[in-house]
């Protein structure tokens, strides 16, 4: 779903942005939260940022393997929903513009003019709507682990036809062709509703993996276990709760190596044998005659455009290549920008320790 130049006019293109940046700059607050746990749990305060640049990194690598929908249509995953309830829908939201940012400067997909737009309908709607229902549904499911990955397939099914209906919306005030609104919203979110099973799946089987091997890696996981039972007396009372386990021992460096091993094979590998089909935006627009005033990219002469590696002409290598250097770019950029965040809610927790001691 991404959108390119010269779909949406100027002046919602600009609105679409002004929300972008403002969904970016609460996210940016809201991730210290996310990414710094208990403002005492310094020790381990370098360890959160790089497992959310790998998930920004997995979600870009996913976006490339296009799998078939229907007939003459594929689709690909969207993220929001993997991200916000792996790593918190701040810090989800962040992940997304890491990855479409990366995107749109060097593989030019996706328009530098729709970034705000792109934004707005995958980064901002698809996380909201996603980890809203999810936080809804876990709240009245059984206290489980499953059931964290029956909710996680329930946002995902949801959030991308909600993301194809936000796009539409902003279509309909700022699209530059005359047609019919009502047909486009229908071929939209019918085709993302199908797009929205695949979409489920993968992210179902994504969380349910990590929950398996790191569930308190997971952000949507946290405070879900049931305590242990135990009768005393005749009557049931909560069992003592574990000692943690050491930072050391509990350091995720095995687990971030995996991820970015898996994201480096999906990108480099599996890639290629994604499915060549437009996706769902793409044959709407083809179909409806959106894509008539579609302009050319401004990084259209990029060396990795159409995410191809400029003068190899054997597409596997070329393709498999430019994959590896976006999971590496976002891995760094998405890890850089946590970093930051991380460390300006480090000093805050730092400052409030000094001002108010125990």
Same mark, same amino acid.
């Given at each position: 779903m991404h959108v390119p130049d010269g779909f949406i006019n100027a002046p919602v293109s600009v609105? $679409?942005?002004?929300?972008?940046?403002?969904?970016?700059?609460?996210?940016?607050?809201? $991730?210290?939260?996310?990414?710094?746990?208990?403002?005492?749990?310094?020790?381990g305060a370098d360890r959160t940022a790089p497992l959310a640049g790998l998930v920004a990194a997995f979600v870009f690598a996913v976006q490339?393997?296009?799998?078939?929908?229907?007939?003459?249509t594929s689709g690909?995953?969207?993220?929001? $929903?993997?991200? *916000?309830?792996?790593?918190?829908?701040?810090?989800?939201?962040?992940?997304?513009?890491?990855?479409?940012?990366?995107?749109?400067?060097?593989?030019a997909d996706g328009g530098l003019t $729709?970034?705000?737009?792109?934004?707005?309908?995958?980064?901002?709607?698809?996380?909201?709507v996603a980890y809203g229902l999810f936080r809804g549904l876990v709240k009245v499911l059984p206290r489980t682990r499953r059931s964290v990955t029956v909710a996680s397939f329930v946002a995902a099914l949801v959030s991308v036809p909600a993301a194809a209906a936000a796009f539409t919306l902003l279509y309909a005030v700022g699209g530059l062709t005359?047609?019919?609104?009502?047909?486009?919203?229908?071929?939209?979110?019918?085709?993302?509703?199908?797009?929205?099973?695949?979409?489920?799946?993968?992210?179902?089987?994504?969380?349910? *993996?990590?929950?398996?091997v790191r569930p308190d890696l997971v952000y949507g996981a946290r405070g879900l276990s049931t305590p242990l039972k135990l009768r005393v007396g005749g009557e049931l009372v909560d069992a003592p709760a574990a000692e943690p386990a050491p930072v050391a021992a509990r350091s995720p460096r095995t687990f971030w190596l995996a991820g970015l091993a898996t994201s480096l094979v999906l990108a480099g590998f599996v890639s290629f044998y994604a499915s060549a089909n437009p996706d769902g935006l793409e044959k709407v627009a083809a179909d409806k005659g959106i894509d008539k005033t579609v302009e050319e990219h401004a990084a259209a002469d990029s060396p990795l455009a159409d995410y191809g590696v400029e003068n190899i002409t054997d597409a596997r290598l070329s393709g498999g290549l430019a994959g590896v250097i976006g999971v590496g770019a976002?891995?760094?950029?998405?890890?850089?920008?946590f970093y930051v965040v991380r460390r300006r809610r480090s000093e805050d927790a730092r400052s409030e320790s000094v001002q108010n001691p125990v």
């Open positions: 609105a $679409a942005g002004v929300v972008a940046a403002g969904a970016v700059a609460v996210s940016l607050r809201g $991730a210290r939260r996310e990414l710094g746990g208990s403002p005492v749990a310094l020790a490339m393997l296009n799998f078939p929908v229907a007939a003459g690909h995953l969207l993220g929001g $929903a993997l991200a *916000a309830i792996l790593v918190g829908p701040f810090t989800g939201v962040l992940c997304i513009a890491v990855v479409l940012l990366m995107q749109a400067i060097l593989f $729709a970034l705000g737009v792109n934004i707005t309908v995958m980064g901002v709607v698809g996380v909201l005359d047609v019919p609104i009502g047909s486009v919203l229908t071929a939209m979110v019918g085709v993302h509703t199908l797009i929205g099973i695949g979409e489920a799946v993968i992210t179902m089987l994504t969380v349910g *993996a990590v929950i398996a976002t891995v760094v950029a998405g890890t850089g920008v």
